[in-house]
Structure formats: structure tokens, C-alpha cells
């Protein structure tokens, strides 16, 4: 019976051994999870700002290419305009020769 009851204890101490153990290890794996969830946070939040960023920059890009676009016609129309004045000039000096 004795040896029995020690045999019981025994296994009771391995038992209490990996119970402890898996304790321990439950509360390493919920640290790292805080961990892990305020990295995750962390992360969300640079991407957010980046995200706003990259709409800012986006917008600003729409922006000037607007603004390209409005020069180029600009550009386009006294290039015509020029081109007019050019003509009438040179008709203005043949009429003159003339």
C-alpha cells in the first residue's frame, strides 16, 4: 500500500509538474500576444498614416496634372494666336511691298 501511495504521489508531483508547466507557458503565449496585438496596433496605425499620405499625395498629383493640362492649352492657344499674328504681319508687309 505504501509503495502504491508513493507510486500515486509520483505521478500526483509529474502531474502538478506539467500542470505548472502549462501554466507557465499559457502565461508566456498571452504576454506575447499583448505584445504581438500592441505591434499589430502599431502597424495599423503607421499604415493609416501612410494610407492619408498617399491620398494627400495622390490628390496633389491630380492636382498638377490639371494644372499641366490647363497650361498646355493655354500654351496651345498662343501658339495659334502667335501664329495668327504672324500671318497678318506678313500680309501687312506684302500689301506694304506691293
Avoid: F, H, Y
Amino acid at each position: 500500500m505504501a509503495k502504491e501511495q508513493g507510486t500515486l504521489q509520483d505521478k500526483l508531483g509529474e502531474l502538478e509538474g506539467k500542470i505548472r508547466a502549462l501554466i507557465s507557458e499559457i502565461v508566456r503565449s498571452r504576454e506575447e500576444k499583448k505584445i504581438l496585438s500592441s505591434s499589430i496596433k502599431d502597424l495599423e496605425n503607421k499604415l493609416a498614416a501612410m494610407e492619408e499620405v498617399l491620398n494627400s499625395e495622390r490628390s496633389e498629383r491630380e492636382k498638377l496634372e490639371l494644372q499641366l493640362k490647363q497650361r498646355a492649352e493655354e500654351r496651345e492657344e498662343l501658339r495659334a494666336k502667335v501664329e495668327g499674328l504672324l500671318a497678318e504681319v506678313s500680309r501687312m508687309e506684302s500689301s506694304l511691298g506691293d
